[in-house]
């Protein structure tokens, strides 16, 4: 069954899922979105195409690694439409481990994750209209169950919140707020387009948007797909670590 969600906000949301997203939820009806990213033509695009279909889009050019400006920013999309749906999905690959890039994942994946969730929960607490929905969602990665050696930076912010919106998730329901994490495998992304290592059961965005969209409608709290690399990352996870390390330290690096 649908929730009746009607006001959305997405970062990242100028290509990959965030772009996929904007567009699956464009097609329902009477929905508002707010989206924002760093590149103005590839987030006018994303526009264009979400007017399309119907929607009302409101855009803004954003780092989402300022605190503030996040903050003031999601606090008036709420003015102009009460929010339903938070979504974090603001998001980078680290490349090559230099100093300048490991610090650039960190922020933007983890501290931008909390500039983007930590407002939007406060304003759904203070809100007095507890009967419409009120969801965060994170975009996390089967990549946050194990360190991963090629990407190590990666693999670590996306632990991160996931443990954190995991947590966040128990706490937050106790006041009918509802908290969603998702943990894709490998979907076409700019990030992934960058990608010179394996990637089994690659996914395209689209068919990613619509299972995290479902699933968040059905209030699965951890949605990780697809179901073979989830429990491929599960049982890396729950290995003995002398077994894990010698499986890990063989990979591909993920370039």
Known sequence: ??????????????????????????????????????????????????????????????????????????????????????????????????????????????????????????IYRKRKDTSKPRIVAITSSLAGYHGLIGCPSYSATKACTKAYGEAMRLQLAKEGIQLNVVCPGFVRSRITDQNTCPMPFFMEAENAAEIIAERIDKNIGLIAFPWPMRFVSWLGAILPNCISNFIYSRLPYKV
């Open 1 to 122: 069954m649908k929730q009746n969600i009607k006001n959305i906000l997405i970062t990242g949301a100028s290509s990959g899922i965030g772009e996929a997203l904007a567009l699956y939820y464009a097609q329902r009806k009477n929905v508002t979105l707010f989206l924002c990213g760093r590149n103005k033509e590839r987030l006018e695009l994303v526009k264009e195409q979400c007017e399309k279909l119907g929607s009302e889009v409101y855009t803004e050019i954003l780092d989402v690694t300022d605190r503030k400006k996040t903050a003031a920013w999601i606090k008036k999309c709420d003015k102009i439409a009460p929010l339903n749906l938070v979504f974090a999905n603001a998001g980078v690959s680290t490349g090559t481990e230099t100093e300048e890039n490991i610090y650039n994942t960190f922020n933007i994946n983890v501290f931008g994750t909390l500039n983007t969730i930590t407002p939007a929960i406060e």
